[in-house]
């Protein structure tokens, strides 16, 4: 259901938050910038603050496409009790990678959850894409 997949999304963004994001907390006060969200646009971030926020992208990416790729689920999707299965006979890397991708592009995420709530299945665009659904355990 689309409320379990949210709840186990909110888990991992929390885990991802304190283990990825949480470690540049200091660096980023240090800075004392105020940032509004067209600055994203403009040239008052600094090449640090765009490899931090690489950084964490990077690192978020390889938490989701890490565990769904050995072991099906995320930390959000074992306490819901969901997995990840392959339409496919055999789930394969690049599987994760694109089912995942929208995870850390905020555009795409916008797209793919518009996608799912509009879709009759309430199917993921980049889980239509991959060739993947989540099931219940």
């Given at each position: 259901s689309i409320s379990?997949?949210?709840?186990?999304?909110l888990f991992?963004?929390?885990i991802i938050t304190i283990v990825v994001?949480?470690?540049f907390?200091?660096?980023l006060k240090n800075l004392n910038i105020t940032l509004e969200f067209t600055d994203l646009f403009s040239t008052k971030l600094t090449a640090d603050l765009y490899i931090i926020f690489l950084t964490i992208a990077v690192l978020s990416l390889?938490?989701?496409?890490?565990?769904?790729?050995?072991?099906?689920?995320t930390i959000g999707k074992i306490i819901m009790q969901i997995k990840v299965v392959s339409l496919?006979?055999?789930f394969k890397l690049y599987q994760a990678i694109v089912r995942n991708i929208s995870k850390v592009v905020d555009i795409l995420l916008l797209i793919d959850v518009v996608y799912m709530?509009?879709?009759?299945g309430k199917e993921r665009l980049f889980g239509?894409?991959?060739?993947t659904r989540v099931v219940m355990k």
């Amino acid at each position: 259901s689309i409320s379990r997949r949210a709840i186990a999304y909110l888990f991992d963004s929390l885990i991802i938050t304190i283990v990825v994001s949480y470690p540049f907390n200091q660096y980023l006060k240090n800075l004392n910038i105020t940032l509004e969200f067209t600055d994203l646009f403009s040239t008052k971030l600094t090449a640090d603050l765009y490899i931090i926020f690489l950084t964490i992208a990077v690192l978020s990416l390889i938490y989701f496409v890490v565990l769904e790729f050995y072991i099906k689920q995320t930390i959000g999707k074992i306490i819901m009790q969901i997995k990840v299965v392959s339409l496919n006979k055999e789930f394969k890397l690049y599987q994760a990678i694109v089912r995942n991708i929208s995870k850390v592009v905020d555009i795409l995420l916008l797209i793919d959850v518009v996608y799912m709530l509009l879709s009759p299945g309430k199917e993921r665009l980049f889980g239509k894409l991959s060739k993947t659904r989540v099931v219940m355990k």
